[in-house]
Structure formats: C-alpha cells, structure tokens
C-alpha cells in the first residue's frame, strides 16, 4: 500500500474537498461512537452512578484528547504549507521534529493525568455517590493516553498530505475493539464505568500499533529518514508557534464545558448523566461541522502555501454552504426529538429527560457551529491561530462559563437555561470571525498584488 498524497492547490474545489472531508467525517463519526458506546453500554447495563462517572470521566478525557488534537493541527498545517510551496525536503524534517515532540509529550501527559485521577474527579464536583467510579475510569483511560497522542499523531501527519483515509482505518479499528471489550466487560462481567475504562484503553493501544504496521508499508510524498526524528528547534518551534495556541482554544472550550458539567453535577446525580448524555449525542450533531473544520484546515493551509488566497476562500463559502443544510436538519431532531435521542443512550425516564432539556440548547448551536467551525478550520489553514485562540477565549471565559453560572442561580433551575450560554458565546464569536475574515482578504490581497508587482 502506499500514497502519494492530494494536491488541493489545483483543479476542481468542491469535489476534491467533499472527497477529503468525506473520510474525516466517518473517522469523527467512528471516534464519536467508539466515545458513546462506554456511555451507551453503561446507561443500559449498570447503574446511574456508574452512567454519572463515565459522563464525567470521558468530558476530563475529551479535554486532553482536544488538546493534544489541537497542538497536532500546528504540524497538519505546517506540512501543509510546505507541500503547497513544494518543499518536499522541509517537510520530511518538520515529520520528524513532530515525531521528537508528541513522544515527549506523550510520556509527561500519561504520567501527569494518571497521577491526577482523583484531583481531577474531586474538581469536577463527581457527585458523591459515584466518586470512586469516576476516579477509576480516568485513571485506567489516563494509563493510555500516550496511544491518544499516537493517533493523533498519526492523523496530523495524513492529512497535512491530503491522506484522510488512514486516520478513518485507525479509529474503526480502535471502536470495534471497544464496542467488543464494552459488551463483554460491562454487559457479561458488570464491571460497570472500570469495565468501560479498560476496554477504551485496549481499544486505543491495539489501534495504535495497527496503525503503525500500516505506516510501515506507505510511501510518504516527500523524503523522510529516521535522523529527521530529533528535536530540531526551527521546527519544533514553528509547531507550537501554530500548534499551542489551537490546542488553548480547544482546551478553554472543553474546560468551559467540564465546568458547566461541574455546575450541573451540583444539581444531583440525574442532571449530570443526563448533561453527559446529551453531550455525547451532541458530538454526533456536530459531525459535518466537525469534519470540514479538520479538512478545512489542511486544504487551506496547501493552497495559502502556494499563494492560492482565491482558491482558500471559495473552500470556505462551499464548506459552509454545505454544513448550513446538515445543521437545519440536526437542529430540527435534537430541539423537537430530543427524548427519543437520549432513550438510545439511557433507560432511566427520568435522565433521559434531562438530557433531552439540555439538548435543546445545543439544538441551536447546531445552526451556528456550521459558520463557526468551517471559519476555525479556514482561519488555521491561513496560520491564523492567535486569532482562532482569542475568540476561543472570549467565547469561553467572558460569555460561556459566567452565563452557565448566571443561568444556574436562577429558579427554578432549567438545564435548557443553562445550555443557551453555548450558543449565546457561539454567536458572539461568528460575529468575531466575520470581522477578522474581512481583515485578514484585505491583507492577502494586498500580498497578491506585491507579488504580482515583483512577477
């Protein structure tokens, strides 16, 4: 087997991007089901406590996964960049110095997260009566969050050459194993939230070395060596420079999110693993979004590397175009079909019913994530990622997590009053991204204009 690569710097947008988007979108739709299973499993076969530990759990695990998934966007977009410029030999060294950083950080990630299990749970306010489950289960994922950083390694790298479709066999490899290990540990066994724990780890560990017997047999589009593999500071360097500031941003949205968890697990053990559920619904309405945010990214960054800035931005508008239609129709299942939703998830009437409340607040944000994440993924391929964290920031610190509080000392309590502060941040930072799109056309064109000058 082997690849070569897509060039997105030339011929047709829409097909090629639809093509590359396309594998994203299931590899996320894999990645967000191998995530529910646990939940799914959990909340038809154990008991509330232990739907309440895995909902907590899994939001401290999606916290680091989206944090490490953003500082790997600095390498898909580095790779990216040097491939539409051409400069194939550059690229082989940035491959390595991204190799050198993620192992380091693999290793201090893992030991950090596992030492810190019960801090972690004690600050997410787990209800009392499932501490200990919750304690557990983000120990035991904690212990394989190294193979997390070698998927997304892996993914970064593929699709910062155009190669989406690796990344999708990773992680369908990793959720049959999960789907297998859950019904097996937590169905036949009823090792409840550990069981889900265990099998989300050896799920993530045989799905990694796969991944890298696979690597074995692929031809990259560009020289690569083992002696690129070292900490080469240019390039480690140019990685954090666009790398750090996307991992900030995903990592105040998902810390905006656990302490809202945090607020509703104040409400009782049935708010917070309904909220839990709803969440895990809500990464499934979100995948279009989701998907071109990713690709997005990676088809930018190719054509701003050659200096396509036409190009780039009819990426966009067809990406958002696209979403806007999936997003009117997750919006119309979520807000008037919510019920039935979070019934596939749980048994109890009454959890199910307080995630279908919450819901709906993210029913609303399905319309405006469309314009959002599509916005992030063009402004990220540009190598604008200062701008993407400080609308990240805003969005969470000074909108979402005071408005989720304000909303929560309000009688009587509504967690669908809660969940407007997710929109509510999500419109003001579209309002942001318009703004600083109609800045960074008029910067790009005055560039094309010197260009042309010097031509």
Same mark, same amino acid.
């Given at each position: 087997?082997?690849?070569?690569?897509?060039?997105?710097?030339?011929?047709?947008?829409?097909? @090629?991007?639809?093509?590359?988007?396309?594998?994203?979108?299931?590899?996320? $739709?894999?990645?967000?089901?191998?995530?529910?299973? =646990?939940?799914? *499993?959990?909340?038809?076969?154990?008991?509330?406590? =232990?739907?309440?530990?895995?909902?907590?759990?899994?939001? +401290?695990?999606?916290?680091?996964?989206?944090?490490?998934?953003?500082?790997?966007?600095?390498?898909?977009?580095?790779?990216?960049?040097? /491939?539409?410029?051409?400069s194939a030999r550059e690229a082989g060294r940035v491959m390595g110095?991204?190799?050198?950083?993620?192992?380091?950080?693999?290793?201090?990630?893992? &030991?950090?997260?596992?030492?810190?299990?019960?801090?972690?749970?004690?600050?997410?306010?787990? @209800?009392? #009566?499932?501490? #200990?489950?919750?304690?557990?289960?983000?120990?035991?994922?904690?212990?394989?969050?190294?193979?997390? &950083?070698?998927?997304?390694?892996?993914?970064?790298?593929?699709?910062?050459?155009?190669?989406?479709?690796?990344?999708?066999?990773?992680?369908?490899?990793?959720?049959?194993?999960?789907?297998?290990? =859950?019904?097996?540990?937590?169905? +036949?066994?009823?090792?409840?939230?550990?069981?889900?724990?265990?099998?989300?780890?050896?799920?993530?560990?045989?799905?990694?070395?796969?991944?890298? $017997?696979?690597?074995?047999?692929?031809?990259?589009?560009?020289?690569?060596?083992?002696?690129?593999?070292?900490?080469?500071?240019?390039?480690?360097?140019?990685?954090?420079?666009?790398?750090?500031?996307?991992?900030?941003?995903?990592?105040?949205?998902?810390?905006?999110?656990?302490? /809202?968890?945090?607020?509703?697990?104040?409400?009782?053990?049935?708010?917070?693993?309904g909220v839990g559920v709803a969440e895990r619904l809500c990464g499934?309405?979100?995948?279009?979004?989701?998907?071109?945010? !990713?690709?997005?990214?990676?088809?930018?960054?190719?054509?701003?590397?050659?200096? #396509?800035? &036409?190009?780039?931005?009819?990426?966009?508008?067809?990406?958002?175009?696209?979403? &806007? +239609?999936?997003?009117?129709?997750?919006?119309?299942?979520?807000?008037? =079909?919510?019920?039935? %939703?979070?019934?596939?998830?749980?048994?109890?009437?009454?959890?199910? %019913?307080?995630?279908?409340?919450?819901?709906?607040?993210?029913?609303?944000?399905?319309?405006?994530?469309?314009?959002?994440?599509?916005?992030?993924?063009?402004?990220?391929?540009?190598?604008?990622?200062?701008? *993407?964290?400080?609308?990240?920031?805003?969005?969470?610190?000074?909108?979402?997590?005071?408005?989720?509080?304000?909303?929560?000392? /309000?009688?009587? *309590?509504?967690?669908?009053?809660?969940?407007?502060?997710?929109?509510?941040?999500?419109?003001?930072?579209?309002?942001?991204?318009?703004?600083?799109?109609?800045?960074?056309?008029?910067? !790009?064109?005055?560039?094309?204009?010197?260009?042309?000058?010097?031509?």
């Open positions: 087997m082997q690849t070569e690569g897509t060039n997105f710097t030339k011929g047709a947008i829409a097909g @090629p991007l639809f093509r590359f988007a396309l594998p994203v979108l299931l590899a996320l $739709l894999l990645q967000t089901a191998y995530g529910a299973v =646990d939940l799914m *499993v959990v909340g038809q076969f154990a008991a509330a406590g =232990d739907t309440s530990a895995v909902s907590t759990g899994s939001q +401290v695990m999606q916290t680091i996964t989206v944090t490490i998934t953003g500082l790997a966007m600095g390498l898909t977009i580095l790779l990216g960049q040097k /491939i539409g410029q051409g110095a991204g190799i050198w950083l993620f192992l380091v950080i693999g290793v201090i990630v893992t &030991v950090t997260a596992t030492l810190g299990a019960r801090p972690l749970s004690v600050v997410m306010h787990a @209800p009392p #009566e499932a501490l #200990e489950q919750t304690v557990s289960y983000v120990a035991i994922c904690s212990a394989g969050t190294v193979f997390i &950083v070698a998927y997304n390694l892996i993914g970064s790298i593929f699709r910062g050459i155009g190669d989406a479709k690796l990344p999708l066999i990773t992680v369908g490899i990793a959720c049959v194993i999960n789907i297998a290990g =859950d019904l097996l540990l937590v169905a +036949v066994f009823g090792l409840g939230a550990v069981g889900a724990a265990i099998a989300t780890v050896a799920a993530q560990a045989v799905s990694s070395l796969l991944s890298l $017997l696979i690597i074995h047999r692929r031809t990259l589009p560009f020289e690569f060596t083992k002696k690129d593999v070292r900490p080469d500071s240019r390039w480690v360097k140019a990685i954090f420079r666009l790398g750090v500031p996307c991992a900030l941003q995903d990592l105040l949205a998902s810390i905006s999110f656990l302490v /809202i968890l945090a607020i509703v697990n104040g409400l009782g053990v049935i708010a917070s693993a499934f309405l979100m995948l279009v979004p989701s998907a071109y945010m !990713q690709s997005m990214s990676a088809f930018v960054a190719q054509n701003i590397g050659a200096a #396509e800035f &036409v190009r780039a931005r009819k990426a966009l508008f067809i990406g958002v175009g696209t979403a &806007v +239609v999936v997003g009117i129709a997750m919006f119309v299942l979520a807000y008037f =079909d919510g019920i039935a %939703l979070t019934r596939i998830f749980v048994s109890d009437n009454e959890v199910a %019913l307080a995630g279908a409340d919450y819901l709906k607040a993210y029913a609303i944000d399905c319309l405006l994530t469309c314009f959002l994440f599509c916005y992030i993924g063009y402004f990220n391929g540009c190598g604008s990622t200062t701008f *993407v964290m400080i609308q990240g920031l805003i969005g969470a610190l000074a909108l979402r997590l005071p408005l989720s509080w304000l909303f929560s000392r /309000i009688e009587p *309590v509504s967690l669908f009053r809660i969940g407007l502060a997710i929109p509510i941040a999500t419109v003001v930072q579209i309002t942001l991204c318009f703004v600083y799109y109609a800045v960074l056309r008029r910067r !790009q064109d005055r560039l094309a204009v010197q260009t042309a000058e010097l031509a």
